[in-house]
């Protein structure tokens, strides 16, 4: 079973975020571009066609969403409490949080979902991705601003500026008002929006494995190991521990627990690197993006396992 799951759910995501690697081994491709792409296009579209088509009824939306507001909260803790025990400066305790608490539920999540749960593993994905996108660019700007400017002004400027808070704000408000369907009915709004959405699995694999050349080649020990073993062992037993108290059924609880076992998310390296880290602290969750999708590929095999032993 441990093998199956492997082949069918690990390995093609592995495929894909290798031949991102090559291909900028290969081509010196533009990172920031990609990630660009990703974070202006390719995800704001997702979220929004994602949440439009949702048949998911909105209670059980909301406590998608207050388990995974719960986890970050959760885990933004932990990591606080193990970087003052390795003695780690504030800046420093920062990134480590960032690579904590941020999992990649965007271009690690869906495709995981979609080849593991197929059917409703996407859709309740997307409130979890629509979560972390709200986070990571409202508090995890905060942090990847660090101390280096004392005014909070252009951290709540990069906050605004960030298209998916619009793309779900826009499905929400068309979810509301029942408006959804006559944006579905619109093609060419609707269709570009789609071929957007259906197009993030393999860019944003790509992207990742573009990430991870890029990754520095730091030795696994000391806090990085303690972020990386936090990130993939400690997420998804603290979520099988949080699941129950949100009452949701079998199928979801184990779509969530899976999703936390996700590595750590590329974006929380891309916000240390666009907003004000130090070398040492792009460079620090850089690699833990590195070592936690490789491992992933072992942790993910085991938590999906026990998942379907349990079920």
Request: charged share 10%.
């Amino acid at each position: 079973m441990f093998v199956s799951i492997f082949v069918t759910v690990c390995l093609p995501i592995l495929v894909l975020a290798a031949a991102g690697w090559v291909s900028d081994r290969l081509f010196r491709l533009d990172l920031r571009s990609l990630v660009k792409l990703n974070i202006q296009l390719f995800v704001p579209a997702f979220l929004f066609v994602r949440l439009i088509s949702s048949d998911l009824d909105p209670r059980a939306g909301v406590k998608v969403a207050g388990f995974t507001l719960t986890m970050i909260a959760s885990l933004c803790g932990a990591a606080w409490l193990l970087s003052k025990a390795f003695g780690l400066s504030s800046a420093q305790r920062k990134s480590f949080q960032l690579a904590t608490a941020f999992y990649n539920c965007g271009n690690f999540g869906i495709p995981l979902m979609l080849l593991a749960f197929p059917g409703t593993g996407a859709t309740i994905q997307a409130f979890v991705l629509m979560t972390m996108n709200l986070t990571t660019f409202t508090a995890g700007v905060l942090l990847a601003h660090g101390e280096t400017d004392g005014s909070t002004r252009p951290k709540w400027r990069s906050i605004l500026a960030q298209p998916s808070l619009f793309a779900i704000s826009a499905a929400l408000f068309c979810k509301a008002t029942g408006s959804a369907s006559l944006v579905t009915a619109l093609v060419p709004v609707w269709k570009p929006l789609s071929v957007l959405a259906d197009g993030l699995v393999p860019i944003a694999l790509l992207t990742l494995g573009v990430q991870l050349s890029h990754a520095p080649a730091l030795p696994l020990q000391g806090p990085l190991l303690a972020a990386v073993l936090t990130r993939l062992c400690a997420a998804p037993v603290l979520a099988a521990v949080l699941v129950p108290f949100f009452a949701v059924p079998p199928e979801t609880a184990a779509v969530l627990i899976a999703g936390s076992a996700a590595p750590v998310a590329v974006n929380a390296a891309m916000l240390v690197h666009e907003y004000g880290g130090t070398d040492g602290e792009t460079g620090f969750v850089s690699a833990s993006v590195f070592y936690s999708t490789l491992l992933s590929a072992l942790t993910m095999t085991i938590v999906l396992g026990l998942l379907r032993m349990a079920s």
